[in-house]
């Protein structure tokens, strides 16, 4: 079973930067498929990136968020970040840590495991 527990969400302005963090524990982080997703009021659930297990190489972006988020991993503290630039008004969401025991992928239904999701606001 793995565990996972996001932090660093919170209110911003537009054109403002944050870092989501999520820390793994109960399982081989390394060899875990790490995504990030976020579900707004009212939408269903979208990807947002995805990082392939250490080694691969490995990484997936949203057409939405690429070049103004880049997610990381740091398999010495068992946590994957996404770090998030020039945010927008339409970033606000809830943001969901997930993992996977399988390949890389931005299907939701891929991933084994999933975090209670911290919460992004963006005031414009």
């Known amino acids: 079973q793995v565990r996972l527990v996001e932090s660093g969400g919170g209110l911003v302005q537009a054109g403002d930067s944050l870092r989501l963090s999520c820390a793994a524990s109960g399982a081989t982080f390394s060899t875990y498929t790490m995504g990030w997703f976020r579900q707004a009021p009212g939408k269903e659930r979208e990807f947002v990136a995805a990082?392939?297990?250490?080694?691969?190489?490995?990484?997936y972006y949203a057409d939405s968020v690429k070049g103004r988020f880049t997610i990381s991993r740091n398999n010495a503290k068992n946590t994957v970040y996404l770090q998030m630039n020039s945010l927008k008004a339409e970033d606000t969401a809830a943001y969901y840590c997930?993992?996977?025991?399988?390949?890389?992928?931005?299907?939701?239904?891929?991933?084994?495991?999933w975090g209670q999701g911290t919460q992004v606001t963006v005031s414009s």
């Open positions: 990082i392939g297990w250490s080694g691969s190489g490995t990484i």
């Open positions: 997930s993992a996977s025991r399988s390949y890389i992928s931005r299907t939701s239904s891929a991933y084994d495991y």
